[in-house]
């Protein structure tokens, strides 16, 4: 999955997931150094990688619940099925 398509997906969540997000499973920031980064509670980071990271699995998968940005916005995904970014315990799968 290319940068800009993570990008896209995180700018669809709250903007303190997102954060979070970045800090901790993609610079790979202690759950400590992102609460002081922040001002969220550790706790919190917490809670908001989970959530967010269970909505950008909903993202990825298409999940109508989850709101579109773009109605070509899986054009904006590799050509390969195969690409997976791992998140944690979650993968986010491009769809086939």
Do not use: F, Y
Not at 27 to 32: A, K, L, N, Y
Not at 57 to 67: I, Y
């Amino acid at each position: 999955m290319s940068a800009i398509a993570v990008d896209d997906l995180l700018r669809r969540l709250k903007p303190a997931q997102a954060r979070v997000i970045r800090l901790v499973k993609l610079q790979g920031v202690s759950i400590e150094g992102a609460s002081d980064a922040t001002g969220q509670s550790a706790s919190l980071v917490k809670v908001n990688i989970h959530r967010g990271l269970k909505k950008l699995a909903a993202l990825a998968a298409g999940d109508a619940s989850a709101p579109m940005a773009a109605a070509n916005s899986s054009k904006r995904w590799s050509s390969s099925s195969n690409v997976t970014m791992q998140c944690g315990n979650t993968d986010l799968r491009s769809p086939a």
